[in-house]
T-cell receptor
Framework: AQSVSQHNHHVILSEAASLELGCNYSYGGTVNLFWYVQYPGQHLQLLLKYFSGDPLVKGIKGFEAEFIKSKFSFNLRKPSVQWSDTAEYFCAVNGGNNDMRFGAGTRLTVKP | EAQVTQNPRYLITVTGKKLTVTCSQNMNHEYMSWYRQDPGLGLRQIYYSMNVEVTDKGDVPEGYKVSRKEKRNFPLILESPSPNQTSLYFC????????????????FGNGTRLTVT
């Protein structure tokens, strides 16, 4: 069965620091990959998605992610974080079937 | 406004008392799903539905039931709730199956925080 691993449970950064959150998945076939963000007390919102084509995808709020097929990875990056980026971030994978697997989430705290 | 609506937002109940959490979407989405969110475990899928009258188990279906009699509604039923079902529940929908494909991402409701004592 497909699974998703997020390596960092809690990341603490100062404003303007660069961010990279790791995501690895285990699935041998074609995958659709997603990053969702959950701000405190809110529901999940889509940050960005990869279906095919350019492995570097850009999302909202300055986030981007790179799909590296050989490493089964889809890491999320942002060059300079802001206090308002404090949230929980979830990587998700759909392997073409009818479920969507989520990672355990990474909590990001940005200190002003 | 296009949205997924869950009710109630908060629910405190006692062990064994049947309850239903409602979910409704107004976007004519085919696919609907229920997740529970627990600290350190992320979101785990309970049940999903690809269309009316078509439902299937996710990763953690034990203790839950669902039905999809109409396209817009996908209620989650706990026949005999137990304390280990205390969690934050999210309903989600997407235009097509599989979820997220064909440029149709999952849309989430605002969540239902359930406490079973």
């Amino acid at each position: 069965a497909q699974s998703v691993s997020q390596h960092n449970h809690h990341v603490i950064l100062s404003e303007a620091a660069s961010l990279e959150l790791g995501c690895n998945y285990s699935y041998g076939g074609t995958v659709n990959l997603f990053w969702y963000v959950q701000y405190p007390g809110q529901h999940l919102q889509l940050l960005l998605k990869y279906f095919s084509g350019d492995p570097l995808v850009k999302g909202i709020k300055g986030f981007e992610a790179e799909f590296i097929k050989s490493k089964f990875s889809f890491n999320l990056r942002k060059p300079s974080v802001q206090w308002s980026d404090t949230a929980e971030y979830f990587c998700a994978v759909n392997g073409g079937n009818n479920d969507m697997r989520f990672g355990a989430g990474t909590r990001l705290t940005v200190k002003p | 406004e296009a949205q997924v609506t869950q009710n109630p937002r908060y629910l405190i109940t006692v062990t064994g008392k049947k309850l239903t959490v409602t979910c409704s979407q107004n976007m004519n989405h085919e696919y609907m799903s229920w997740y529970r969110q627990d600290p350190g475990l992320g979101l785990r899928q309970i049940y999903y539905s690809m269309n009316v009258e078509v439902t299937d188990k996710g990763d953690v279906p034990e203790g839950y039931k669902v039905s999809r009699k109409e396209k817009r509604n996908f209620p989650l039923i706990l026949e005999s709730p137990s304390p280990n079902q205390t969690s934050l529940y999210f309903c989600a929908s997407s235009l097509y199956s599989p979820p997220g494909a064909y440029n149709s991402p999952l849309h989430f409701g605002n969540g239902t925080r359930l406490t079973v004592t």
